[in-house]
């Protein structure tokens, strides 16, 4: 059973931000992401403790459970999983950052129900990835991009989930980099707990971190963070 008192997760906040470091990053620039799906709210208590400032959540259930636990830890919600337009009115309230969005009937439904809302638009960076990880074609983004704003929304930056190993997750994550200068979108958020060093290397400014912090997580979820 994974340890999820404040201390551990500290102790191993502390080896991703060496990892950061030893990857050429600055660890004080780019934001962890404690990414807490699979866990109970016991992780979310931990992870604030342990100095983070920002929580991910994959999908609403979930999300909706630990809801008291964010709440009273005053952390940032990231929301990373698929957005199904009929939870957007549940998650609305709770939601500080949509890291995953890829169509723009998610976003209309968003901005009817949070004006305003703060968001990255999620780039697909791989051909037959398993189901789920989601996301629009590079060449897709910029028109998306246009038209959230059109929304009202605050579209800060780019999101994208690295292409399955064994695949070089560099190249892609080097592809959003470039793309979210050329939008003049200050945020980046790529690199999870296996390809970190890759994401940091690239220019991400935010890592989604789930398994570094808190072990392995007790059910087989998709996607790994």
Same mark, same amino acid.
């Given at each position: 059973?994974?340890?999820?008192? &404040? #201390?551990?997760? @500290?102790? +191993?906040?502390? /080896?991703? $931000?060496?990892?950061?470091?030893?990857?050429?990053?600055?660890?004080?620039?780019?934001?962890?992401?404690?990414?807490?799906?699979?866990?109970?709210?016991?992780?979310?208590?931990?992870?604030?403790?342990?100095?983070?400032?920002?929580?991910?959540?994959?999908?609403?259930?979930?999300?909706?459970?630990?809801?008291?636990?964010?709440?009273?830890?005053?952390?940032?919600?990231?929301?990373?999983?698929?957005?199904?337009?009929?939870?957007?009115?549940?998650?609305?309230?709770?939601?500080?950052?949509?890291?995953?969005?890829?169509?723009?009937?998610? &976003? #209309?439904?968003? @901005?009817? +129900?949070?004006? /305003?809302? $703060?968001?990255?638009?999620?780039?697909?960076?791989?051909?037959?990835?398993?189901?789920?990880?989601?996301?629009?074609?590079?060449?897709?983004?910029?028109?998306?991009?246009?038209?959230?704003?059109?929304?009202?929304?605050?579209?800060?930056?780019?999101?994208?989930?690295?292409?399955?190993?064994?695949?070089?997750?560099?190249?892609?994550?080097?592809?959003?980099?470039?793309?979210?200068?050329?939008?003049?979108?200050?945020?980046?958020?790529?690199?999870?707990?296996?390809?970190?060093?890759?994401?940091?290397?690239?220019?991400?400014?935010?890592?989604?971190?789930?398994? @570094?912090?808190?072990?392995?997580?007790?059910?087989?979820?998709?996607?790994?963070?």
């Amino acid at each position: 059973m994974a340890d999820l008192t &404040g #201390e551990a997760v @500290a102790t +191993r906040l502390a /080896g991703v $931000r060496s990892r950061i470091a030893a990857a050429g990053g600055r660890p004080d620039e780019i934001r962890i992401v404690a990414v807490t799906k699979g866990f109970g709210p016991d992780a979310v208590r931990a992870a604030t403790q342990a100095g983070c400032e920002d929580v991910g959540e994959n999908y609403a259930q979930e999300l909706l459970a630990k809801a008291d636990a964010i709440s009273d830890s005053g952390a940032r919600l990231h929301f990373l999983g698929g957005i199904q337009r009929n939870k957007v009115g549940r998650l609305a309230p709770l939601v500080g950052l949509w890291q995953s969005v890829d169509r723009l009937e998610v &976003g #209309e439904s968003i @901005a009817r +129900r949070s004006p /305003g809302a $703060r968001l990255l638009v999620q780039v697909d960076l791989s051909e037959g990835a398993p189901a789920g990880r989601g996301g629009v074609p590079l060449e897709s983004a910029p028109p998306l991009v246009e038209q959230l704003r059109n929304l009202g929304l605050a579209v800060d930056g780019l999101m994208a989930v690295g292409p399955p190993p064994p695949a070089d997750p560099e190249p892609g994550f080097r592809n959003v980099v470039a793309l979210a200068r050329q939008l003049a979108l200050p945020e980046v958020s790529i690199g999870m707990s296996g390809d970190l060093e890759a994401a940091v290397r690239s220019g991400s400014t935010m890592v989604r971190i789930g398994t @570094a912090l808190f072990g392995p997580r007790p059910q087989d979820l998709a996607t790994e963070s």
